[in-house]
């Protein structure tokens, strides 16, 4: 493939701001980094594309094209998501090293990019692959140029003489030689719950190989497996089966990368829902991580407790749980150990049942660790999606602690009503209601808003709420006056009650 035919296709948007004289350079594959220096990594004819998160200063624009340079790529793209546009100094340092110097618009995914140019090379070599490149050794060679698991591993397990397929934890099949029905769910059971691998274990009075296909983080619900029949007394996997889980620790590398840039990508969309950014700003995010605004969007709040593992672990986990669900997710980590999702339903989709389902699948390899999720309900575009990331929230608390999957629709609390109220309106509700207690507050180094929490805590009872703050009931008393006073509600009256207690259960 050339860089020509890529910068062609017309959906990419594609811009080309240096090397008019390079667009005829091959490409043999894409390589998607925010690595300084990529140079361990290249092998020569990459197009290496990059959402600039190593980019601190204009200097390092220079370092990142020299080593890009050094490695003999043939072609840099560069995300504007983070920057709004190319920056001036990078554009520079291509002309001078002579690399060709692409932009990426904001609304196209780097997923995009490379599922275009996998499937141009592989289509370049389909027709006489074999013969060209010659049995096993040759179809490994096609993968690290860019050519599909899905499409390689048949013709290369029957060059094998021998029948396989790559799973996921949740026994989603990556890849495969023929249909596996129920026993993707029972084979990644036992690859779960095996004391130890590579395994033999029977399923449907069959004897399988479970061979572990590494990931990021190094845990086994963050790994795939292969699985290929287990014939006669062998007691360990054939050795064609180390050369076919080769082929998938090579495509689960390249997209190991691929995730760990979209996840820098989808910090924004966190950042964003959290400071309560224009739904134009949170739409612009949304689309530059390749999820469509247009489409229902629910959000989903989780964490994964109780492991001895590395935090990524649990956003390992939710991605592919998720992936039960649809392929268009952004998940990011949140403060502490929660982590947030925001998807694109599909259709007719129960996503808080699919996300049960998966879980179900993933509790043979939890052991002491707990994966609790919250599940909002359908949003109606980015306006809304504050809203629902509160349901989900709200949900999650419910299924704290322990394996559950709790959905909005399962509750019933004024906290998802307020979930729903567009945060400027929440914000000017509260400050009307609470805004001379806090100035009094901050003013006096008084305690009226808390006084005004306990009171309502207690039902309104003086002695209680006296009681609880240890203080004479007069003061309790002087203090519901001043209250009063400043806002000039009448707390006697049950109207009053539930609007001030709506305004201290509002997000500040």
């Not at 296709?9 to 240096?18: D, F, N, V």
């Given at each position: 493939m050339l860089l020509r035919e890529l910068l062609d296709?017309?959906?990419?948007?594609?811009?080309?701001?240096?090397g008019?004289?390079?667009p005829d350079r091959a490409i043999n594959r894409i390589y998607v980094t925010d690595l300084l220096d990529p140079r361990r990594y290249l092998a020569g004819g990459e197009v290496v594309l990059t959402g600039l998160m190593w980019r601190r200063e204009p200097g390092d624009s220079e370092a990142?094209?020299?080593?890009?340079a050094a490695g003999g790529v043939t072609a840099i793209g560069a995300g504007d998501a983070v920057y709004g546009s190319v920056p001036p100094d990078l554009v520079a340092a291509c002309r001078r090293h002579g690399v060709p110097l692409f932009e990426v618009p904001v609304e196209v995914s780097f997923r995009e990019i490379v599922d275009q140019v996998n499937q141009s090379l592989w289509a370049h070599r389909a027709s006489g692959l074999a013969s060209v490149l010659g049995r096993q050794r040759g179809l490994m060679a096609a993968m690290a140029a860019g050519a599909r698991l899905a499409d390689l591993l048949p013709p290369m397990a029957a060059?094998?003489?021998v029948a396989c397929w790559i799973l996921s934890p949740t026994g989603r099949l990556i890849a495969g030689t023929a249909p596996l029905g129920d026993r993707a769910a029972a084979l990644a059971r036992a690859f779960l719950s095996a004391s130890r691998l590579p395994a033999v274990v029977t399923v449907d009075g069959r004897r399988y190989h479970l061979v572990a296909v590494p990931g990021r983080p190094e845990h086994r619900l963050a790994s795939w497996f292969l699985a290929c029949p287990a014939e006669g007394d062998t007691h360990g996997p054939p050795e064609a089966v180390d050369e076919l889980a080769s082929l998938a620790v090579l495509e689960r590398t390249q997209l190991d990368e691929v995730v760990r840039v979209e996840h820098r990508l989808a910090d924004s969309v966190g950042r964003l829902l959290a400071t309560g950014a224009?739904?134009?700003?949170?739409?612009?995010a949304l689309l530059s991580c390749g999820l469509p605004p247009e489409a229902t969007l629910v959000a989903v709040v989780a964490a994964l407790t109780g492991l001895r593992a590395p935090p990524e672990l649990g956003l390992a986990v939710l991605q592919e749980a998720l992936r039960t669900v649809t392929d268009h997710a952004v998940v990011t980590p949140l403060p502490g150990s929660e982590i947030l999702a925001v998807l694109a339903a599909p259709p007719g989709t129960d996503v808080a049942?699919?996300?049960r389902t998966a879980t179900d699948a993933l509790a043979p390899g939890l052991g002491a660790g707990r994966l609790s999720i919250g599940v909002s309900g359908p949003a109606a575009g980015p306006s809304t999606l504050a809203g629902a990331v509160e349901e989900a929230r709200h949900a999650y608390r419910?299924?704290?602690?322990?394996?559950a999957v709790v959905a909005s629709s399962d509750l019933a609390s004024h906290q998802l009503l307020l979930a729903r109220v567009p945060m400027e309106a929440r914000a000017a509700f509260r400050e009307r209601l609470l805004g001379p207690l806090v100035e009094y507050d901050r003013a006096h180094d008084a305690d009226l808003v808390h006084t005004l929490g306990d009171f309502l805590d207690c039902g309104g009872s003086w002695t209680r709420c006296a009681e609880r703050l240890h203080v004479h009931v007069n003061t309790l008393r002087y203090r519901i006056g001043r209250i009063e006073a400043l806002t000039g509600r009448d707390l006697t009256n049950f109207d009053t009650r539930v609007d001030f207690f709506l305004a201290l259960h509002l997000t500040p």
């Open positions: 296709q017309p959906r990419l948007k594609l811009a080309l701001l240096t008019a004289e390079g990142f094209v020299a080593a890009c060059d094998l003489g224009e739904p134009a700003d949170l739409r612009a049942a699919a996300l419910s299924a704290a602690g322990r394996t």
